[in-house]
């Protein structure tokens, strides 16, 4: 064989060679890009599983307030007598035997229905629970300390639905009663 059949040879396998690995390189691309589909077809799988297990908590939760709507449950009266009795119990609780076990029944009979009154006195502030209507200086309680419990807040089914109202500690220099000068500043 000539030197010019080997050289021919050697140029006839090079594209041939080059193919196989083009080849190569395509099946390893095909293999990512499939791999990648199956872990999206997985995570859709599980967010449709998430969807599914909240819409029935969900359904769970309006079927249930849909009962204490049908049931007639006039929420109007439940929430009056709710604060007039949850502001006599926080004043009174501490001396009171009897006071206590009425407001354990009640609460009982609340949280039956899905309603927990929000009395959070001495806690700390949360805007998703509370809304401070005044602050007061109290060098006893730390900053933003629930000092006083205007109105309840109730929550229906884990859901606030009415905000405390609640007057907050605010230690400072500004007059007690009154919100810091520095808490309120015009913009200009």
């Given at each position: 064989?000539?030197?010019?059949?080997?050289?021919?040879?050697?140029?006839?396998?090079?594209?041939d060679?080059?193919?196989?690995?083009?080849?190569?390189e395509?099946?390893?691309?095909?293999?990512?890009?499939?791999?990648?589909?199956?872990?999206?077809?997985k995570?859709?799988?599980?967010?449709?599983?998430?969807?599914?297990?909240?819409?029935?908590?969900l359904?769970?939760?309006?079927?249930?307030?849909?009962?204490?709507?049908?049931?007639?449950?006039?929420?109007?009266?439940?929430?009056?007598?709710?604060?007039?009795?949850?502001?006599?119990?926080?004043?009174?609780?501490?001396s009171?035997?009897?006071?206590?076990?009425?407001?354990?029944?009640?609460?009982?009979?609340?949280?039956?229905?899905?309603?927990?009154?929000?009395?959070?006195?001495?806690?700390?502030?949360d805007?998703?629970?509370?809304?401070?209507?005044?602050?007061?200086?109290?060098?006893?309680?730390?900053?933003?300390?629930?000092?006083?419990?205007?109105?309840?807040?109730?929550?229906?089914?884990?859901?606030v639905?009415?905000?405390a109202?609640?007057?907050?500690?605010?230690?400072?220099?500004?007059e007690?009663?009154?919100?810091?000068?520095?808490?309120?500043?015009?913009?200009?």
């Amino acid at each position: 064989m000539s030197i010019w059949s080997k050289l021919a040879g050697l140029f006839k396998t090079s594209p041939d060679r080059q193919e196989d690995t083009e080849e190569q390189e395509e099946q390893n691309d095909l293999q990512v890009i499939q791999e990648m589909i199956r872990n999206l077809q997985k995570r859709e799988r599980r967010q449709a599983q998430n969807i599914e297990r909240m819409l029935h908590e969900l359904g769970a939760r309006m079927d249930r307030l849909q009962a204490q709507m049908n049931a007639g449950l006039p929420m109007q009266a439940i929430t009056s007598f709710t604060d007039s009795l949850s502001i006599y119990y926080l004043r009174n609780h501490e001396s009171d035997q009897a006071l206590n076990q009425v407001w354990s029944r009640y609460t009982a009979l609340l949280q039956e229905m899905g309603i927990e009154p929000i009395l959070d006195l001495k806690e700390k502030f949360d805007d998703t629970r509370h809304h401070a209507c005044d602050t007061r200086q109290h060098p006893d309680y730390p900053e933003n300390t629930i000092l006083e419990v205007v109105r309840p807040g109730l929550m229906v089914s884990g859901r606030v639905t009415r905000p405390a109202v609640v007057v907050i500690n605010k230690p400072g220099n500004g007059e007690p009663g009154h919100p810091e000068p520095s808490l309120h500043r015009e913009q200009v």
